[in-house]
């Protein structure tokens, strides 16, 4: 069987210790976590993760079940083949040396990516996007000199069916 | 009126129906024992942690209640773990409590702290720490909620001890409806009209039962429909009693140490229902090819345990009782045909495999361990509670003691935890005092928690306690014998305590047997004798279980003896 990437969105009571009962779920089995996302929904009370898990069909199953096991998940959602809305933050911090300033702020501008911080010698770049968008600005950052980067993970929503 | 912690745990305990407490205190649980002291609870005072959460258990599956443990924190609570964990692979309804530092000293490496709701997130249904006196009386009857309902288990709850000693008003909603937490209990009746389809289409089907048959009450369920769909029925070691053993329509356990017809039977099988069953490594073999002319239709209150190890042609989630329940009405209601003459040529099948072979062993003029078990089986007619200790003294136990009950089988099936069987039998002995408990020890497990000898010795359990003693750790001896040329590393057990003074020394009786003569008066004397009895029984030293199928190996490959 092959496997493949899947994105849940997983809703949880808003309680300490959720995220532990769920990290140990992966730890635990031998699942994997690519990334990882949490935050408050409109509802204090609960909270939504987004996961980005990988396995073959009948591993993404089990994960399935056993995370809506867990006696504090509300509800787990596999948005990975719905009509969904994905994507990630990421922070770059490129070194911008004089004779490269104008190319990374072309770049900037191809993406609709933002300068956020401005040094002698460096940008801290914003950009929003699904992966691929994201690897793609990386792939052509990185000549110029990658000092950091920092990514969100991904987060998602289902979109609404068209009326 | 406000009460303190220690009064709305004892309350809240009342309102669950407790009736019986199994703890060991300590300094974070003063103010419980303070409270415990001046209500009518039975509280069986243990010698080890460990042996509280066992005697919950088997106070649990003998009853059919919840076991309930009060311990105190840091060592009291990691002394629990081991149990926890037992009773969690075996979906046993257990609360268990523990005391906790006060809680401005909880994350300070305080005396006796140990994080216990993360020790024991993995081992629990669920668990809780209180942080707000207010939320006691409601976690609590969350508590005994999640234990007993869906898939059972235990949940702890772990209680800072000022919590337990400042005061609030007792506040429990009257029922508790959780929206993260449903379990499906009615199945749907379009996959069941399926499985109706599959048995009247089916020439060899068999019933693989499970716990799930146990937990859910549903050995009347099964009876019914196996006799009137005329299904030869076979059990894992947590379903031992679900369906009688003296059924014509038994096969035996499954599995690693199953009978050669109810392997077989798997092997050949077309249909197979399964219901409570987890299909555990232990009883499928070889995944590929277990059951594999089998359609399997699978039946668990838990969607996990689908599809986890073993594909099925049918998931049915529901309850087993009723599910099995809406089975019968169903098939009340198709024409199956002359079930006699259908099932003939399988059933016909079935029994040539027992006649030619049968679970046996050669005598030789020593004791035999499995007639020491054939004999207990005959000299308490088939009654008494069994709770066994882990390896082969267990095995021999479901082999050759036929249960035709439910709840009369304990045993630590999912962790196979060595000292279960003493502590568990002090539980079961509550739960039923006038029934005859008896454990069925080796001489490596009894050692690992025979302290609660005294245990039953103070709370006058009388409790029987037959020690297969082969002065080896029988089982793992057995796996060096077959597996690694005979090379016994660490197996050999050349120092024992004396059974017999130990028993003395506890104030009980002990009785010894070293002839195969010996064994019958010995068991006489030790069930005439209403005060714990310790049996030393000098069985063969390098007996094996057979039939045996190695690990990894196909179930129809059974070394026999």
């Known amino acids: ?163 | 009126m406000e009460l303190t912690g220690a009064q709305i745990l004892m309350r809240a305990f009342k309102e669950e129906g407790v009736d019986t407490i199994f703890g060991y205190p300590g300094g974070a649980v003063l103010d419980f024992y303070d409270e415990l002291s001046r209500t009518d609870f039975k509280h069986i005072l243990v010698r080890h942690e460990q042996g509280a959460v066992h005697a919950a258990d088997g106070y649990a599956r003998a009853s059919g209640k919840v076991g309930v443990c009060l311990v105190t924190s840091g060592p009291g609570a990691t002394n629990t773990v081991t149990g926890i964990a037992s009773a969690n692979m075996d979906s046993i309804p257990l609360v268990v409590v523990t005391g906790q530092v006060p809680s401005a000293l909880i994350g300070n490496d305080a005396f006796q702290e140990v994080d216990i709701v993360g020790i024991t997130r993995p081992c629990t249904k669920h668990n809780y720490l209180v942080k707000n006196i207010k939320d006691l009386a409601r976690i609590v009857k969350e508590a005994f909620y999640i234990a007993r309902s869906g898939r059972p288990g235990p949940v702890l709850i772990d209680i800072p001890k000022d919590v337990a000693n400042s005061k609030a008003i007792y506040d429990a909603p009257d029922t508790i409806s959780l929206r993260s937490y449903n379990p499906t209990y009615e199945p749907n009746l379009r996959q069941l009209q399926k499985v109706i389809e599959l048995i009247k289409n089916s020439r060899k089907p068999i019933i693989f039962a499970g716990g799930g048959i146990i937990l859910s009450r549903a050995s009347d369920a099964l009876i019914e429909f196996s006799h009137r769909t005329k299904i030869p029925v076979t059990a894992s070691l947590m379903g031992l009693g679900a369906f009688p053993g003296t059924d014509p329509l038994w096969l035996g356990m499954p599995g690693m140490h199953g009978t050669f017809r109810a392997n077989m039977s798997i092997g050949e099988a077309d249909l197979m229902i399964a219901a409570g069953v987890r299909f555990d490594d232990r009883v499928t073999g070889k995944v590929q090819e277990f059951a594999k002319h089998a359609e399997i239709v699978h039946i668990d209150i838990d969607p996990t345990s689908i599809h986890k190890n073993i594909p099925v042609a049918v998931p049915v989630v529901g309850d087993c009782k009723i599910t099995l329940t809406h089975l019968n009405n169903l098939i009340h209601k198709v024409k199956l045909g002359d079930l006699d003459e259908i099932r003939k040529p399988w059933l016909e099948k079935i029994r040539k495999w027992k006649e030619t072979t049968p679970l046996k062993y050669i005598q030789n003029g020593l004791i035999k361990p499995q007639f020491v078990v054939e004999k207990i089986y005959e000299l308490t007619k088939g009654e008494a509670i069994i709770t066994t200790e882990v390896g082969q003294n267990q095995m021999w136990a479901a082999q050759y003691y036929h249960f035709d009950k439910p709840n009369h089988f304990i045993s630590s099936g999912g962790l196979g935890c060595m000292g279960f069987g003493l502590p568990a039998a002090i539980g079961a002995q509550v739960a039923c005092p006038t029934k005859t408990v008896i454990d069925i020890a080796g001489d490596g497990s009894i050692q690992m928690n025979s302290q609660e000898f005294a245990t039953a010795v103070q709370f006058n359990l009388p409790v029987k306690i037959a020690i297969l003693n082969n002065g080896f750790l029988g089982m793992v001896r057995q796996w060096q014998e077959l597996f690694y040329k005979k090379n016994y590393s660490w197996t050999n057990m050349n120092f024992a305590p004396d059974f017999v003074k130990l028993a003395e020394a506890y104030g009980a009786v002990g009785l010894r047997a070293t002839q195969s003569s010996e064994v019958e008066p010995v068991i006489r004397e030790a069930l005439s004798i209403p005060r714990p009895v310790i049996m030393d029984f000098r069985v063969e030293q390098e007996e094996n279980v057979y039939p045996m199928v190695p690990s990894g190996a196909a179930i129809t490959n059974m070394i026999l003896v």
């Open chain 1, 1 to 163: 069987m092959t496997e493949k990437k899947h994105i849940f969105s997983i809703l949880v009571d808003n309680q300490p210790g959720v995220l532990s009962r769920i990290a140990g779920l992966f730890s635990g089995r031998g699942y994997n976590i690519e990334s990882l996302c949490v935050a408050e929904t409109i509802d204090p009370a609960i909270s939504r993760i987004t996961m980005v898990t990988m396995g073959d069909t009948q591993i993404i199953e089990q994960i399935k079940k056993q995370l809506f096991k867990l006696i504090n998940v509300i509800k787990v959602y596999d948005l990975t083949d719905e009509r969904s809305i994905q994507r990630e933050l990421i922070l770059i911090k490129v070194s911008a040396k004089a004779n490269h300033r104008a190319e990374i702020l072309r770049i900037v501008d191809i993406f609709r990516a933002k300068v956020v911080d401005v040094g002698s010698d460096h940008y801290t770049i914003e950009v929003t996007g699904t992966e691929d968008k994201i690897d793609a600005i990386i792939t052509l950052l990185k000549p110029m000199g990658i000092k950091n980067i920092t990514r969100s993970g991904r987060i998602a929503l289902l979109r609404e069916p068209k009326q």
